[in-house]
Nanobody, 120 residues
Framework: VQLQASGGGLVQPGGSLRLSCAAS????????MGWYRQAPGKQRELVAI???????NYADSVKGRFTISRDNAKRTVDLQMDDLKPEDTAVYYC???????????????WGQGTLVTVSS
C-alpha cells in the first residue's frame, strides 16, 4: 500500500494551492483521511481530517481557508488551500486509516510529504 501526495509548490501570500493524495495497492477499506503539516523546527500538527462519512474537522489556524474532501471511489483525499499565509509554509503529509484485509486491524499509512512554501 502506498500514498502518493502531490500539488505542493511556491505561492504568494493570498494565493491558493490544491494538494492531492492517492492510495494504491491492496486495500480492503479506508476510514478517516487527513492532512498534517510540519514546519521547520516544529512538531507535526493536524491540519484537517475527514471521516469515512464525510465529517470534517480543521485546525483553528486554517478554518475558513482550507477545505478537505475525499473521493472514495478514487481513494483520494484533497486539500484546497486558499488565502495562504507565510505561516502555512511546511511539508504537508497525507494519511489514511486503512484495512488491507477484511479481518485485519486498521492502521495508519502516510504519504511522503509535499512542500508548500508561501512567500513573496
Amino acid at each position: 500500500v502506498q500514498l502518493q501526495a502531490s500539488g505542493g509548490g511556491l505561492v504568494q501570500p493570498g494565493g491558493s494551492l490544491r494538494l492531492s493524495c492517492a492510495a494504491s495497492g491492496s486495500i480492503f477499506s479506508i476510514g478517516a483521511m487527513g492532512w498534517y503539516r510540519q514546519a521547520p523546527g516544529k512538531q507535526r500538527e493536524l491540519v484537517a481530517i475527514i471521516s469515512s462519512v464525510g465529517s470534517t474537522n480543521y485546525a483553528d489556524s486554517v478554518k475558513g481557508r482550507f477545505t478537505i474532501s475525499r473521493d472514495n471511489a478514487k481513494r483520494t483525499v484533497d486539500l484546497q488551500m486558499d488565502d495562504l499565509k507565510p505561516e502555512d509554509t511546511a511539508v504537508y503529509y497525507c494519511n489514511m486509516m486503512m484495512k488491507t484485509g477484511r479481518w485485519d486491524s486498521s492502521r495508519t499509512y502516510w504519504g511522503q510529504g509535499t512542500l508548500v512554501t508561501v512567500s513573496s
